[in-house]
Structure formats: C-alpha cells, structure tokens
C-alpha cells in the first residue's frame, strides 16, 4: 500500500509544546534538563507521558525493567507491531530534547494518525526505554539491552548509583517496576527520530540525517592503584604516582585515536581520585576510556592497543593497573529497506537530506537485533548535546517528525 501523499504532516505545533512541558520536569540550572534515570523526576516525567497516551487511547504496558510501551492497535490481530522509541531519561546536565525528542515524535505520530481517521494493518508501539543514558546506572542502554537478551534482569537490578543504590530498588521506589516479561513483545519494525548529536547535518544545511550505520563503542573501566603521600613532602623520585600515569594514558589514548583516522575517536569524560584532597597523591584512580568506530576491526585493534599500552605505561610507574568492560556494542549496520523509506519520504515532502552514521550510542543498536530497524536525525546547532546548551528548532523537530511519520505509515501499511 502506498504511503499518503506530502500534504499530510505532522502538527509541528503540538509536539513542540509536549517537548517543552516535558522540559518543566527536572530541570536543569542553565535551561536544560536533570531528569536521570530512576528519580523522582524520571518518575513524573513517565507519568506525563502516560495520560498522554491514555489521552491518544493507547494501551500502556510496563516490563520488569521499568521499560513502558504503548499501544495503537492495529486491524490485523496477527500483524506484528511496528515500534517508535527513545528514552526520557537525561544526562545530569542534559539538554531537553536529547531522547524526549524521539519518544513524543512517536506520540505525535500516532496523534496525527487519530486526527486523520487512519488506520493501520500493523499496530504501532510508541516506547519509552529505561536507562538509555547510562549516566547512574551504567552502562547506557540498560533497558533495551535486558530487552534485547543482552544483559540479564538480575545484572541490570544489580547496577549501583555513585551512592550504592541499586536499580532494581530506585525501579520499585519511583513505582515504576511493571509485570511483564522483558523482551516478550516481538517486534515487525523499530522506529527511532534522534537529534544528530554531533554538527555535520547543520554544517551541510540538511533537515534530515538518514542514518545508515551507528558506530560500535567500547567503555573501559580503568583502575589504577599506587600510593596515597604528601605531595609537598615525597620526593618525586619516590612516588607511585597513580594520576600521572592516568595522565599518560590520556595522552595515549588520544594518539591511538588520532593513528586510527579517519573513523574513530576515543577520549576521557570521566575521572575519580582517591582520596581526592588538594596535597594528597592519589592511591587510586578509576577512570573510563570511551572509544568509537564504525569498524569492527578497528575498533577491536584500538581497544588491544590501549590495554596494551595502558599496563606498560602503568608498570614502568609501579602503578597497578586493572580494566573492566562496562560497555560495549558492536558496529551497527541498519535495514536497507528502512533506511530506503527514510531516504524516499524525505525526498518526497522536499525536504534536504544526506545519509549519516551516528556516532552516539542508541536503543535502536540493541532493536537491531531483534528486528530491522534504523534510525532518523534532525541537526542540533554547534552539534551541542549532553549539555545544557542542546538546541534545536521548531521547524528542524517537525521536519524529521515529517519523515517518521510517512516511513512508519508506509511500514505499518495503511488498513484496507
């Protein structure tokens, strides 16, 4: 069945409003949001988002994992449905359309379609993922990984918080621990609208990133220990010097990254000293490498380089050096035939585009594996995200709101 002709839109108006309600829960002290994971303010925030779909009459469902699904039925019982998502939750210092833009896109989808009396074959399920970001409960993508088989319930309820809480806790806490099974729902599609993240859509003048590809990731946890004396008073020549050799293996991280160009990056984001005072010497420092490539190969020969190079650095030091996984996917190559009705729908409501790879860790990496699915991007100006300072506009989030719309009708198959 064909899809509708570039008249039909989305109301641009409606979902800007929604974006900017949802932005007075937790917000941040620079204009931008603090909504993490499993708080109080996740906590009102999915209950905005609930009588918005009760209000659009869909069904909500919850999972063990606190991931929430809602529903448009469809007229076929036994057509699979086709899934919209992103998440909710933000960074700490998070902007307000990191995530939120790609949840209440999928709402307006199915908003537009009730305001034109459509129907469709398939059901559409609008998803709201647990945990996507990671920033207390690592790793990021936690809810669609347990959904996906990734990761198991018990792992995820086990994560901590900087402050020892468990997942599994703060998920009961906030009254959000559904009944169903995870990962029980099978899936015809995945849908996912993002911001870029990054500044190559706005660079180009493009309205829509058609993303063909999201790079594999590896999160390195390392653990070094030397030991803790009095900086004024130990004389250099007798140090174990745990943040120096952290130092060093920045800087070397940063060279394999720049040895691997072009189509990788990998840098530091985060550091702990202990015991973290002024005239101290650290005798422990835990700190992650966050590394990145769309190739397999590469990724994988940068990961055994900087492990590599890491204890070297740490042994001529004296410094004990440990590394632990906490977080990985492989390279993602989304479905040609999605991406094709992307690429088609842009083009045919006229607005400009360019394939892309996204260079940020999604959902739509773990729903890969369960269904075909891709991805769509809007600009994001400077490329700014995870920062206060996030900004998009009004007619850049309609735009690619435009494009899901036709592609997930087309997908989900207007009803006879």
Wanted: include cysteine.
């Amino acid at each position: 069945m064909p899809s509708p002709g570039e008249n039909l839109r989305i109301n641009g108006d409606r979902l800007w409003d929604g974006l900017m309600d949802m932005a007075k829960i937790g917000p941040g002290v620079a204009g931008g949001n603090n909504r993490q994971t499993l708080t109080d303010e996740d906590g009102e925030g999915r209950h905005l988002f609930a009588r918005w779909c009760e209000a659009a009459g869909l069904t909500l469902g919850v999972d063990q994992m606190g991931n929430m699904f809602a529903t448009r039925p469809g007229t076929d019982p036994a057509a699979l449905p086709v899934y919209i998502g992103s998440h909710l939750d933000t960074q700490p210092t998070g902007g307000k359309f990191d995530g939120v833009l790609g949840v209440l896109a999928g709402l307006e989808v199915v908003r537009s379609l009730n305001d034109l009396n459509i129907a469709t074959r398939h059901p559409i399920v609008v998803t709201n993922w647990a945990n996507e970001e990671g920033a207390r409960f690592a790793p990021a993508m936690l809810g669609s990984g347990v959904f996906a088989g990734i990761h198991t319930l018990d792992y995820a309820y086990a994560r901590r918080d900087g402050e020892g809480k468990s997942y599994g806790d703060e998920l009961k806490r906030i009254g959000w621990l559904g009944d169903e099974e995870v990962g029980a729902r099978p899936m015809h599609a995945y849908f996912e609208y993002h911001i870029e993240q990054g500044p190559i859509l706005e660079a180009q003048n493009k309205q829509i990133g058609v993303v063909t590809h999201c790079q594999g990731l590896w999160w390195l946890e390392f653990t070094l220990t030397g030991r803790e004396a009095h900086t004024g008073s130990t004389p250099m020549n007798m140090r174990v010097n745990a943040g120096l050799a952290m130092a060093r293996i920045i800087e070397m991280v940063q060279a394999v990254a720049m040895d691997n160009q072009p189509g990788a990056v990998a840098g530091v984001g985060q550091a702990r000293f202990f015991p973290n005072s002024r005239n101290v010497l650290p005798g422990r420092v835990v700190f992650t490498v966050d590394l990145r490539s769309p190739d397999q190969t590469k990724l994988d020969a940068m990961r055994r380089r900087i492990e590599e190079e890491a204890a070297s650095i740490a042994a001529a030091l004296g410094v004990g050096c440990s590394v632990e996984d906490v977080g990985h996917f492989d390279p993602v190559t989304f479905a040609p035939e999605l991406v094709d009705r992307v690429r088609s729908a842009a083009e045919k409501l006229g607005y400009s585009h360019m394939p892309i790879i996204s260079g940020a860790g999604h959902d739509a990496c773990w729903a890969a594996k369960l269904a075909p699915t891709t991805m769509i991007m809007c600009p994001c100006v400077d490329g700014i995200s995870h920062n206060e300072a996030e900004e998009i506009s009004r007619d850049w989030a309609a735009a690619g709101a435009d494009v899901l719309f036709h592609a997930v009708l087309e997908t989900a198959e207007i009803a006879d």
